[in-house]
């Protein structure tokens, strides 16, 4: 197609946009289009010719017609938070879609317990919301740690775990009873008992069918745009209780293999915890020099953190359970550390002072703005722990002059519950030199990462945005019939491949 067509082609779907959702709500001034061309990673861009804000599914649906018609991809995008390079434009070019504008509570129905919200408002304003109606009430899993400005669509999209609530109620995921969807091609859907028209309410993802919502969840935005989503939605606890541990080496014992005695512990037990993290000892000497965090410093720890946060209806039954679970870490031999924040009661900030939207800002932060970090988190069997400790420092070994020629950085983690089998691995490059010249070599060194987790660990990634979703495909991880698989839904959804073009290389397969 020659320059003038392909200039032409998008001046017409340029106006067709602007006809659907009005001047106001779409650019394609060059600045504008720059600010939306990387999320929180260091390295991958893409740079969109248009951003468009719609206010509602409608409007969504007629813009992928208008996308379909002239050949232009599409990237859904709610608070691009992501840190994988999923809100963006696989290489330059076509529109990003903000949902930010789509940020209303629909429905609180508490006869039900469940909560219907248009899916660009974030994790922390809606809890914020339930907090204040009838009994107060919240999401259960929080969200992810980026919830003051990530989405729902995008913890949704990515199957996000890791703010508060992750130990008890898992991946947010587990709490949607059903969604509205603009497919590919512009129909409207609902999934869940609301695609029987003559219900009322949202209630459960299933029935009507197989479990359809399932092809929304974790899908990083390619099976169809996310207007609207349900979710439970449960009382606020009335009891919490909290407890930090220092997890040092004892008697040649390293602190990860420490700690997973005490986790699986917990885990096994199906003790009522509400969370629980362990920040090794490398990240807790960070946190230390950088002095981000006073308590931290105050708390004169010399091994890593564990904490923990417990909720109950009454408080017998928060001090029964706090009991089991603190004897467990006592006859562990960890040391507890103060009941306050100031004496280092990480599991008190988090729960009570909004730590559970804070903790991972230091964390992917700490470098400031002349380093970032690539990430690649995952799900791992709780006892994997050591044998990832054995991975990262094996591979920052083997990898220490490439990380030398790519500007600096080092693979790293910490480790949050995710109940009831397996923990998070919260982690990857950080502090790689933020400089643009080192792009190309911290992709390659990222791609690897990703791909030794995968290989030698099997590893469970779930924000598959670019590198990782191309990295599983690339490194042979999906069985050919999985893939096939993959290809062919995505092909009936979206035949003209214009909705996330590029991830997990589907549309080059068609
Ligand atoms: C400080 C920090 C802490 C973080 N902590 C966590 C954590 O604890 N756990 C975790 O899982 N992640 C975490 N992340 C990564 C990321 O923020 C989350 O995965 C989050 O859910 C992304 O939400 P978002 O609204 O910003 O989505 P975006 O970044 O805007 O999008 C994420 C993906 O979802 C798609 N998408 C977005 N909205 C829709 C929609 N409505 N319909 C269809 N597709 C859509 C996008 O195309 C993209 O692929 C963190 C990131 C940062 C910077």
């Known amino acids: 197609m020659g320059v003038e067509r392909i200039m032409n082609e998008l001046q017409n779907v340029y106006e067709q946009i602007e006809n659907i959702v009005g001047t106001k709500f779409v650019s394609d001034s060059k600045p504008i289009c720059y600010s939306y061309s990387m999320n929180c990673d260091a390295v991958l861009q893409g740079i969109p010719e248009i951003v468009v804000r719609p206010g509602n599914a409608e409007e969504i649906s007629a813009i992928l017609k208008a996308a379909n018609q002239y050949g232009v991809k599409i990237i859904p995008r709610g608070g691009g938070a992501d840190l994988t390079g999923g809100a963006k434009p696989i290489g330059d070019g076509g529109i990003v879609l903000d949902l930010t504008r789509m940020n209303k509570v629909l429905d609180v129905d508490e006869r039900n317990q469940i909560v219907t919200v248009e899916t660009g408002i974030s994790w922390s304003e809606l809890c914020d919301y339930l907090s204040k109606i009838g009994v107060g009430y919240y999401t259960g899993s929080t969200g992810p740690a980026s919830g003051f400005s990530a989405t729902i669509g995008g913890g949704l999209s990515n199957n996000s775990v890791g703010g508060g609530g992750a130990a008890m109620y898992g991946a947010v995921t587990e709490q949607c009873v059903g969604l509205e969807v603009v497919l590919p091609t512009g129909e409207i859907i609902f999934t869940g008992t609301k695609a029987n028209s003559f219900c009322e309410k949202p209630l459960t993802r299933f029935g009507m069918g197989a479990d359809y919502s399932g092809i929304f969840l974790g899908d990083v935005g390619i099976h169809g745009v996310k207007t609207k989503a349900s979710f439970n939605m449960y009382p606020l606890p009335e009891y919490a209780a909290y407890g930090t541990y220092d997890i040092k080496k004892l008697q040649g014992v390293a602190p990860s293999d420490r700690v997973i005695e005490v986790m699986m512990k917990w885990q096994q037990n199906h003790l009522p915890l509400h969370d629980f993290y362990f920040w090794p000892q490398a990240y807790a000497r960070i946190l230390k020099a950088a002095n981000v965090f006073p308590p931290i410093s105050n708390a004169k720890v ?77 799900k791992a069997p709780t006892y994997h722990l050591p044998d990832y400790v054995k991975l990262y420092e094996e591979w920052n070994q083997r990898n220490q002059p490439k990380l030398d020629e790519a500007g600096g950085g080092s693979a790293s983690f910490i480790v949050f519950g995710v109940h009831p089998c397996y923990i998070d691995v919260t982690g990857g490059l950080l502090f790689v030199d933020a400089d643009p010249k080192f792009r190309p070599i911290q992709y390659e060194l990222w791609r690897d990462l990703i791909i030794a987790q995968l290989k030698e660990l099997g590893g469970m990634h779930y924000w598959m945005g670019e590198i990782i979703g191309q990295a599983m495909v690339e490194s042979g991880a999906l069985s050919k019939e999985y893939y096939n698989f993959m290809i062919s839904i995505k092909k009936a959804l979206d035949p003209n491949g214009i909705l996330s073009p590029g991830k997990f290389h589907l549309t080059e397969n068609y």
């Open 302 to 378: 010399r091994g890593g953190f564990l904490f923990y946060t417990a909720v109950a209806k009454t408080q017998k039954e928060l001090d029964v359970n706090v009991e089991k679970i603190e004897k467990i870490a006592s006859d562990a031999e960890l040391r507890k550390l103060g009941d306050s924040v100031e004496e280092g009661n990480l599991g008190k900030w988090f729960y009570e002072e909004e730590g559970r939207w804070q903790w991972a800002h230091a964390y992917w932060g700490l470098s400031g703005t002349n380093a970032g970090t690539c990430g690649c988190c995952l």
